[in-house]
T-cell receptor, first 112, second 112 residues
């Protein structure tokens, strides 16, 4: 099994619909992150969490919300999807300190 | 504004040649610089990182160099192989809490 699992892998949804992207990790880390990837823009931080009681906004949190259901689970929701939220979404985790991320395989979301 | 700039955006080399990707950062307090490789349809994977107390780090055919004075760090791939073809991202810390700025990516194509 992958260290970080994202579901679904692909999703097409209509404008105005609510959608949830899920992430679970088996690394045992407390720190989890949601990033969005657009062509030519690298990855941009949406939200991050250090434990179930700690949720923090990133640089592009508008239009998104998150839920940290357990240490291992961190979900991203789009309350009312719009076409410019079409992107590749990645969940990541890290042990903290000077260490990099372990990323999931991503969810490709298309809003039509 | 942009905190990490990455060049070039695309790089095509012949198998066996070397490839160099360069990044610059703006925060002189940054002390940890990871590099990620993203293959088609997959999430970014950490391939090498460097901490600010060293100027160079090698791992087989890949190396990273850091010039703290100039705020530059570079990824060097020697004896390139077709399986090195991917998109490579650099990253630099964004304040605290293991947040990162990511470069916009370099698409490396290794021609057989």
């Amino acid at each position: 099994d992958a260290d970080v699992t994202q579901t679904p892998r692909n999703r097409i949804t209509k404008t105005g619909k609510r959608i949830m992207l899920e992430c679970s990790q088996t690394k045992g880390h407390d720190r989890m992150y949601w990033y969005r990837q657009d062509p030519g823009l690298g990855l941009r931080l949406i939200y991050y969490s250090f434990d179930v009681k700690d949720i923090n906004k990133g640089e592009i949190s508008d239009g998104y919300s998150v839920s940290r259901q357990a240490q291992a689970k961190f979900s991203l929701s789009l309350e009312s999807a719009i076409p410019n939220q079409t992107a590749l979404y990645f969940c990541a985790t890290t042990p903290g300190g000077n260490y990099g991320y372990t990323f999931g395989s991503g969810t490709r979301l298309t809003v039509v | 504004g942009e905190n990490v700039e990455q060049h070039p955006s695309t790089l095509s080399v012949q198998e066996g040649d070397s490839a160099v990707i360069k990044c610059t950062y703006s925060d002189s307090a940054s002390n940890y610089f990871p590099w990620y490789k993203q293959e088609l349809g997959k999430g970014p994977q950490l391939i090498i990182d460097i901490r600010s107390n060293v100027g160079e780090k090698k791992d087989q055919r890949i190396a990273v160099t850091l010039n703290k004075t100039a705020k530059h760090f570079s990824l060097h791939i020697t004896e390139t192989q077709p399986e090195d073809s991917a998109v490579y991202f650099c990253a630099a810390p964004r304040g605290n809490f293991n947040k990162f700025y990511f470069g916009s990516g370099t698409k490396l194509n290794v021609k057989p």
